[in-house]
Nanobody, 124 residues
């Protein structure tokens, strides 16, 4: 069974930075677009960023453009999310997923495999 493990979350002051990692247990993940989503308390899982299989293209939610950067290292089967200039509204559980269904990269329903999430808290 393919497993995704996120790490790197924590508590940070507003304006600070964190780098999240998502490591996948199966190298076949290298052939798929992968994305980061976040879910606040009681909220829905919302799109943050995505990256294509060979890092040809990256996509970002408007709320994080210019502050967050997604990248991947296929040798390590790992996707990263560098988060800079963090704001209190970035506080959420962050999940990475593998997009396995047709449809937009922004829709979490198009991702069949997810990690357990890593919590990010930004203190004002």
């Amino acid at each position: 069974q393919v497993q995704l493990v996120e790490s790197g979350g924590g508590l940070v002051q507003a304006g600070g930075s964190l780098r999240l990692s998502c490591t996948v247990s199966d190298r076949t993940a290298n052939g798929y677009l992968m994305g980061w989503f976040r879910q606040g308390l009681g909220g829905e899982r919302g799109f943050v960023a995505a990256i294509t299989a060979e890092s040809v293209a990256t996509y970002y939610a408007d709320s994080v453009k210019g502050r967050f950067a997604i990248s991947r290292d296929n040798a390590k089967v790992t996707v990263y999310l560098q988060m800079n200039s963090l704001k209190p509204e970035d506080t959420a559980i962050y999940f990475c997923g593998i997009k396995t269904f047709e449809g937009t990269y922004e829709d979490p329903r198009n991702y069949a495999l997810w990690g357990q999430g890593t919590a990010v808290t930004v203190d004002s």
